[in-house]
């Protein structure tokens, strides 16, 4: 399986961006999913996760109440909505494929299939 991330790009700080993620090959729909961020020499982190149905999701408590995480499974789709732009949030954001169907992981070991990465850039 294969993910394509797309929609990032640089916004100024307070601006909004929504990210996509769907695979080129193979099904997101019975799987969990979830987005990660990775900044310069730092480790990659969750941001924010989703079960398979769409109805639990998962937040770290720097995005909770700024990022929204949602999945539209006709299309095949995994999205992120990020309002309130930081420029602490300017990293290289992925997608990945849960290993089961809760997106309640927030160890990278937990997801099998990632994207290539997006970059967002938030500027002050």
């Known amino acids: 399986v294969q993910l394509v991330e797309s929609g990032g790009g640089l916004v100024q700080a307070g601006g909004s961006l929504r990210l996509a993620c769907a695979p080129s090959?193979?099904?997101?729909?019975?799987?969990?999913a979830g987005w990660f961020r990775q900044a310069p020499g730092k480790e990659r982190d969750f941001v924010a996760g989703?079960?398979?149905?769409?109805?639990?999701?998962y937040y770290a408590d720097s995005v909770k109440g700024r990022f929204t995480v949602a999945r539209d499974n006709a299309e095949n789709t995994v999205y992120l909505q990020m309002n309130s732009l930081k420029p602490e949030d300017t990293a290289v954001y992925y997608c990945?494929?849960?290993?089961?169907?809760?997106?309640?992981?927030?160890?990278?070991?937990?997801?099998?299939?990632w994207g290539q990465g997006t970059q967002v850039t938030v500027s002050s």
């Open positions: 989703i079960s398979w149905t769409g109805l639990s999701k």
């Open positions: 090959g193979g099904t997101f729909r019975n799987y969990g």
């Open positions: 990945a494929r849960a290993r089961g169907r809760y997106g309640d992981r927030s160890e990278v070991n937990e997801y099998d299939y």
